[in-house]
């Protein structure tokens, strides 16, 4: 079949196709090229595996060495691995008593110290000035540590498993009397962790205080849910964790942030680095982190604090700078020093954004310390993954409710928060009640609740007979989702094998054949054509160094394959919900709520459903990506139509467009730039679930992290982690630059 | 009628671009326009110097990137000049270090900015209190300074405010206050009025004359309104391209500016507020006599004088403060000095 066209026009198509710089036939020649180079030699289409840079080895070799051998003059690594793990140990075993272990008095000896020490310096705080508190508070601590000093020895040389330098029995000091008088004197030899209902209540109060009646109500239930379905210890084993990683993370954050702001060289050392971190896939950092520090809660802890830091720092970094240059300067001109200016002025005046950058380390870290399960962590995410490996998907169903209503819960609290911290009203209207009301209410049920305890064990934790949804429920709604998915596979299956046998399998096919030349070149022209020589250079030594040390070609065409296949569904999806938001309010109010739901949900979650609906498979691994990854295809098609200015709609108005001439000539071209932004998030979060379904199968990059994971083979994790960053960096980098250039041709900002 | 010189800034000049300090010393020190844009470079402050005496009110006056603001930064050192010598109370302040810069900008140096800088976080109280807070002064004392400065701007009972909840005006209350709170000896005000709405601007114009005739600073003030300028200032300096055009009083600029650039502001200026008697009156040949009967004083600004003159039909005569005439103003010399036509 031929089809006609004017011979003139034949004349300008070959034209145009000949001109030098026409990019269809650059890459219509480069395609041909390279498979042809396929066909005559293999090694064009596959890398060679003689030619692979053992990086995984020597990776896997040095970590194995760090472990074993590596000492730094004085100590080993492995002992200062040990010590790391030792000191953060100690605040997450006073969180763990706290939330749900019971210990003996003693054990809480350093907790009392802290919170005298703080009670001292809030007390100071008021009557005096800062300094003076804070050098009060911190005397305090050092008496009670150099007091109790032989002790920490001793717990330190048990960690380490060598003989205690001194004989602690020896030496019992005044930071022991607390414990004395209440184990020997009064009788009280254990402590119960916090019950239950004060925490339910707590919440609930904080709740109250930031956001009113309405979000504590909904604070309230979704905390009751946790209690009322008997998950509450897992969930506070999952909370405890939240709670000592998320101080360290923020403070980590801060500090490097505000270095960043202030060195120019670190800055340097330091951007790129988040770049890759923030690209690098969860799984990927449990990997080198097991192998140093073997399986558990404090190894969860330190890959959550190091996962979680990032967006600490990216919000320190962008508050300080947007903080205005009048403020700046008046600062300087009031005569503050450097340490005044950081503390006084420029921390402060960026609160909002600092109290947001606060609420995604929290977000973060709920969303890592699920997945950490896969490391030994225990909580909700251990009992859900197991759940799911056995496939009772009731049991599933409810863990997976109570991981997402506490999201919901901690993303709403802090949020609320934010808005109320940095909203100052001036308090002389308000009265002694208001001020401190929260307060004495939340130690009214702390007191009532511990002493309740000891009258009604249900107070500390329901029993078995209160729980209103008992594991016979879960049995129940297992069978029943298992009798409804029955039902359904009877459906689903032909559609599943339907799209999986005619469509997926032959499109994984057509990516898994093609040639790594190919792919190279083809995404050396198209940096050219889009950001010049630099990204070229950037895109394709990146994409080079993921050909050579991969060893196999076919997991990053594999990562490939699922990636683009689920963003394309997304921006199928996302970018007409996000248009008809734009044109509707009401629309929006709705579509803006689900996406700030779903965004708040840690990643694991959405396996969930993926595995009810289709079991595993291509089918499932790509629809588990597509809710969590259109979120950002919605939201930047909203904003970018939304930011528009009003006057360019209004022109093409009075021009007598109608609405698709509005759409198609005129929004969408200004808005294409801001769109491409969330198809490039969209990009980025599609790569980073792709590793979390390895869990249901697949044959890609994030399958090797998961399988390198009970091996403890950290060059092979760490290497696959890398090489998803480095697919994620190039695609971040292609549509940014791009983005980036059309924005300025359109003068849009 | 000068004080002493507070301030003496001699050849400032400041650059922006990649090495700054080694282009100048290319150039010898004074690189010509042609060379800033061949090399690249932007000259944001060129070749300036003037004297600021204690006392006074110098207006440095300008449109936007004529250069202005960074003078005033280079002088306080927000932002270093590249070259040049800035004499403050008698010290080289480009020499001073960090440390030595901080204790000035404490006690000697109070500023006022565009876009008020204040501090989101604290109320007025403390905002105004906040330059006393840095210096370690103790609660219970910085707070009652802080309270009489609150008093002084017309902001009592709002102590508690976050700025916020204050409108501009306010607000710029809030600013200066904070800015006299220190007792500074040299008064830095950024177009401190240019954010307002003229209504309020004029009411702040008044204020600040109020003011400062209650305190006697020394007082640098940066504007890009010219009216605002002969309105509040003893002398005014025109700045245009980083360099400064003319430096006089507005008198003297109105009656006599250097350039076309200067005329072009001069041209509409309220001449009756601010050239006096003396400037256009017909000098009397002679030693000076002693009057008979009634004169207009040789201090008067015209427009107060213009009815007098205009409805007399001989020549009136202008006095002294002792009462010696020193010559007269005709009907005619009256209507053209008020409407500015030639032949003064």
Not at chain 2, 47 to 58: K, N, P, Q, T, Y
Request: glycine share 8%.
């Amino acid at each position: 079949m031929t089809i006609a066209v004017p011979a003139s026009d034949r004349k300008d198509l070959a034209r145009h196709l000949l001109r030098s710089d026409s990019i269809v036939a650059q890459l219509l020649v480069v395609i041909a090229l390279t498979i042809g180079l396929a066909l005559i030699w293999d090694g064009a289409g596959q890398w060679p595996e003689a030619w692979t840079i053992p990086v995984k080895q020597w990776l896997s070799d040095l970590f194995r060495w760090l472990d074993k051998e590596a000492t730094l003059g004085l100590f080993t690594v492995k002992e200062l691995t040990r010590t790391i793990a030792w000191v953060l140990k100690q605040p997450l075993i006073w969180s763990e008593f706290l939330l749900w272990k019971s210990a003996r008095v003693y054990k809480y000896l350093p907790i009392f110290w802290i919170f005298f020490a703080c009670a001292v310096g809030f007390v100071v705080a008021r009557r005096r000035d800062m300094k003076t508190a804070i050098l009060s508070s911190l005397a305090i601590l050092a008496v009670v540590t150099i007091d109790g000093f032989p002790f920490i020895l001793e717990s330190l040389a048990k960690a380490l498993k060598t003989e205690p330098w001194v004989e602690p029995a020896a030496l019992v000091g005044i930071s022991q009397v607390p414990g004395y008088l209440l184990a020997d004197v009064l009788g009280f030899r254990e402590v119960k962790y916090v019950p239950w209902i004060a925490v339910v209540l707590g919440f609930g109060i904080f709740a109250h205080w930031v956001g009113g009646w309405r979000l504590a109500t909904v604070v309230v239930l979704c905390m009751g849910y946790l209690a009322v379905t008997g998950l509450w210890r897992e969930s506070m084993k999952t909370f405890s964790l939240v709670v000592v990683a998320v101080p360290f993370s923020a403070a980590l954050g801060l500090w490097l942030g505000i270095w960043v702001t202030r060195s120019e060289r670190a800055a340097a050392i330091i951007t790129p680095m988040f770049d890759l971190m923030q690209a690098t896939p969860h799984l990927a950092y449990l990997v080198p982190v097991v192998v140093m520090f073997g399986a558990g809660q404090v190894p969860a802890l330190i890959a959550t604090m190091i996962f979680a830091m990032p967006p600490m720092a990216r919000c320190t970094i962008l508050g300080i700078q947007t903080v205005p240059s009048d403020v700046v300067e008046s600062g300087r001109m009031s005569g503050c020093t450097p340490r005044q200016l950081l503390w006084k002025v420029q921390l402060p005046a960026s609160e909002k954004t600092l109290l947001l950058g606060l609420n995604q380390v929290i977000m973060q870290t709920l969303a890592m310390v699920v997945i950490c399960s896969l490391v030994g962590a225990q909580g909700l995410g251990h009992k859900l993954l197991f759940s799911l490996q056995q496939l009772k998907l009731g049991f599933a169903t409810m863990q997976g409710i109570a991981i997402v209503l506490m999201a919901v819960v901690l993303d709403r609290l802090t949020q609320a928060y934010a808005n109320k911290a940095s909203t100052h009203v001036h308090a002389d209207e308000q009265s002694y009640l208001e001020r401190h009301g929260h307060l004495i209410a939340f130690f009214a049920v702390l007191i009532i609740s511990t002493i309740a305890v000891f009258y009604l064990r249900d107070v500390s934790i329901l029993s078995r007979k209160y729980l209103w949804v008992t594991s016979k429920d879960a049995l129940e709604l297992d069978k029943v989702i298992k009798a409804i998915t029955f039902e359904m596979i009877d459906y689903i299956k032909p559609v599943r094998d339907f799209i999986t046998v005619y469509m997926l399998i032959p499109m994984r096919n057509m990516y898994q054949a093609l040639p790594w030349s190919l792919v190279l070149a083809v995404l050396a022209i198209v940096s050219h054509r889009m950001g010049g020589c630099k990204l070229t250079a950037i895109t394709v030594s990146l994409l080079f160094f993921v050909i050579v040390t991969i060893g196999n070609w076919e997991f990053a065409t594999t990562t490939f394959y699922f990636v683009s296949t689920a963003a394309v569904i997304c921006v199928l999806i996302g970018v007409p919900l996000g248009l008809w938001s734009a044109r509707s309010e009401r629309v929006a109010k709705v579509v803006m709520l689900v996406c700030d739901t779903l965004q708040t949900f840690p990643s694991f979650i959405y396996l969930l459903p993926a595995i009810m609906l289709f079991r595993v498979g291509e089918l499932a691994i790509i629809f588990a990506i597509i809710p969590y990854a259109t979120v950002p295809a919605i939201r930047f098609t909203y904003l970018g139509i939304k930011r528009i200015p009003p006057v360019t709609i209004e022109a093409a108005r009075m021009n007598g467009a109608t609405a698709w001439q509005r759409l198609w000539k005129v929004e969408l071209p200004v808005a294409i730039p801001e769109i491409m932004l969330g198809v490039n998030q969209t990009i980025m979060m599609a790569l980073a679930m792709t590793a979390i379904t390895a869990l249901i199968g697949g044959q890609d990059l994030g399958q090797e992290i998961y399988r390198a994971l009970p091996t403890s083979d950290a060059g092979r994790g760490v290497m696959a982690g890398l090489g998803i960053a480095s697919l994620g960096i190039i695609a971040d980098r292609l549509i940014n630059s791009w983005a980036v250039k059309r924005k300025r041709e359109l003068g849009v900002g | 009628m000068p004080g002493d010189v507070k301030i003496s800034c001699r050849n400032i000049w400041k650059v922006f671009g990649d090495d700054p300090k080694g282009f100048m010393t290319a150039h010898n020190g004074s690189p010509s326009s042609e060379a800033l844009a061949a090399e690249g470079y932007i000259g944001a402050v060129r070749d300036v110097s003037f004297d600021v005496h204690a006392g006074e009110i110098l207006i440095i006056m300008g449109l936007s990137g004529s250069g202005k603001s960074t003078v005033i930064r280079c002088i306080t050192r927000l932002n270093d000049p590249t070259t040049g010598e800035i004499i403050f109370d008698g010290r080289d302040i480009l020499a001073a270090n960090d440390q030595e810069m901080i204790e000035l900008r404490r006690h000697k140096m109070g500023m006022v900015f565009q876009n008020f800088g204040l501090l989101p976080h604290r109320n007025v109280l403390s905002n105004v209190a906040f330059p006393l807070e840095v210096q370690g002064i103790e609660r219970g004392q910085r707070e009652a300074r802080a309270r009489e400065m609150i008093e002084l701007v017309g902001l009592g009972g709002r102590e508690e405010y976050f700025p916020r909840e204050l409108s501009g005006g306010q607000q710029q209350r809030v600013g200066i206050a904070r800015s006299l709170a220190v007792e500074p000896d040299v008064w830095f005000l950024d177009e401190p009025f240019s954010a307002l709405d003229p209504l309020i601007r004029a009411e702040m114009q008044d204020e600040f004359i109020r003011l400062q005739k209650l305190l006697k600073k020394t007082i640098v003030f940066i504007t890009h309104d010219f009216e605002e300028a002969i309105k509040l200032a003893d002398r005014i300096g025109i700045m245009k391209d980083g360099r400064l055009v003319q430096l006089s009083t507005p008198e003297e600029m109105v009656l006599n500016p250097a350039d076309e650039y200067v005329t072009r502001f001069t041209e509409n200026a309220p001449r009756g507020r601010i050239v006096s008697a003396r400037a256009i009156m017909e000098r009397a040949k002679g030693k000076p006599k002693k009057a008979n009967g009634a004169g207009v004083p040789a201090d008067a600004k015209i427009g107060e004088i213009a009815e007098q003159v205009l409805n007399s039909s001989k020549p009136v005569t202008v006095v002294d403060e002792n009462g010696f005439a020193l010559g007269a103003i005709s009907r005619e010399r009256m209507a053209s000095a008020l409407f500015a036509r030639d032949g003064l």
